[in-house]
């Protein structure tokens, strides 16, 4: 709320505008809730006219404003206590007291488990503002709805009817949150592939914030040869590189896929985040997903040191001039190969539709190891030079 509703406010109770401010559910706004689309007026105590309120029900998974939660031990120890968290309906278990949150539909909370204990735990340690949090809550949004149905408008009542139900598919959604860069377990499988593209994320990331003009479209093949051409096998040479591209990019920047995706055109997105999530889940059932997230960190640990502008070659590699200068370096290489070359071994980019028989054969790999070297060092002359 604006600073002057929370000083007046705060007149009423005799607390100060900071205490107020505090009490606000706003406080989770960037984690469990999402207070983007309201302003500050919409809470000011002083509009008195219904029309002027927004309501709450978008901002995220709250309970009922006329539903009563509360821990049963706790109230006792300080009659009239209650904790905010406790609006949020991913809060179910009291991890102080173990017991279930009671309502106005139940005597007392029963004692819950330490699994349940350490789930809720885990859930509430997410509840600082940040864009991985927000990302936590969003999984489990969709997690729970997979588990539970439209789990935001029946969990109320489903947790004081069936509550052991009710927490076995709370636990089981929160263990698949925390359980990224593995979609077979996460159920991803059965998901829609768009929805299973917005969750799934890499175990670990490097935290890499800077431009993504390092990673490029298809992976190098000095980095994709390094493990992950045996691990992507199976799909073409020039789609197996751009789901390695993708997967490095993922594990740089923390990104989910389909976020990361956005890194390849338009056009290629689409088929190259189904393709990767699909072989991804074949890893897993084969116990190689962890080594394909190894081999990936590994190829974008390289990429970024490396430091090349591959979006800058990207747009080199179409110049009349750039071709001169790479066959004049390798006068016998055949000069056809040379403009395939550029695009897919030199930018790592695509190709047009009607792909040379050298990228499909894998010839082109071989003309990299005789002529590439010498190519490589006229081209890096020649950015030099443009830079200079």
């Known amino acids: 709320m604006t600073e002057s509703a929370a000083t007046e406010a ?3 109770v005799n607390l100060k505008a900071g205490e107020i401010q505090a009490m606000h559910l706003s406080r989770y706004d960037g984690s ?22 927004l309501p709450l029900g978008g901002v995220g998974p709250l309970v009922k404003a006329t539903l009563d939660r509360y821990c049963v031990q706790c109230v006792v120890e300080a009659p009239g206590y209650r904790a905010m968290s406790w609006r949020l309906q991913v809060h179910l278990a009291c991890t102080r007291h173990h017991l279930r949150l009671a309502s106005d539909a139940s005597n007392a909370g029963d004692a819950v488990s330490r699994d349940v ?7 509430l340690s997410r509840l600082a503002p940040s864009a991985e949090n927000q990302g936590f809550f969003q999984h489990l949004h969709a997690q729970l709805v997979s588990e539970i149905g439209p789990w935001r408008s029946s969990l109320d009542r489903r947790v004081q009817e069936t509550p052991e139900a009710v927490l076995e598919a709370f636990g089981l959604a929160v263990a698949r949150v925390m359980s990224p860069g593995y979609p077979d377990y996460q159920g991803f499988a059965h998901w829609p592939s768009l929805s299973a593209a917005r969750h799934l994320r890499p175990p670990d990331s490097l935290a890499y914030d800077r431009s993504l003009h390092v990673f490029p479209h298809l992976l190098p093949m000095h980095h994709f040869t390094h493990g992950l051409a045996d691990l992507l096998h199976r799909p073409q040479i020039r789609q197996a590189r751009a789901m390695a591209a993708v997967g490095a990019a993922m594990c740089a920047t923390g990104h989910p896929l389909g976020v990361a995706v956005r890194l390849l055109p338009e056009r290629r997105r689409g088929t190259t985040s189904a393709m990767l999530l699909n072989h991804l889940v074949q890893l897993e059932r084969e116990g190689r997903a962890e080594q394909f997230w190894r081999s990936c960190a590994e190829a974008a640990t390289q990429l970024i040191r490396e430091s090349v502008d591959y979006r800058h070659r990207e747009k080199v590699c179409g110049d009349e001039n750039a071709y001169v200068i790479a066959r004049s370096a390798e006068p016998s290489a055949y000069p056809r190969t040379i403009r395939t070359w550029l695009v897919d071994q030199w930018a790592c980019t695509y190709t047009s539709s009607n792909v040379r028989p050298s990228v499909r054969d894998g010839s082109i790999e071989y003309f990299d190891r005789n ?9 890096e002359r020649l950015l030099a030079e443009r830079a200079a």
Do not use: C, K, N
């Not at 204990?117 to 859930?123: D, F, I, R, S």
């Not at 002529?371 to 081209?379: D, K, S, T, V, Y």
């Open 117 to 123: 204990v350490e789930t809720q735990a885990a859930v």
């Open 32 to 53: 469990a809730l999402d207070f983007t689309h309201l302003t500050p007026e919409a809470f000011d105590p002083a509009l008195t006219v219904a029309a002027d309120r």
């Open 10 to 12: 705060g007149s009423v």
């Open 371 to 379: 002529f590439g070297p010498g190519m490589r060092a006229a081209l």
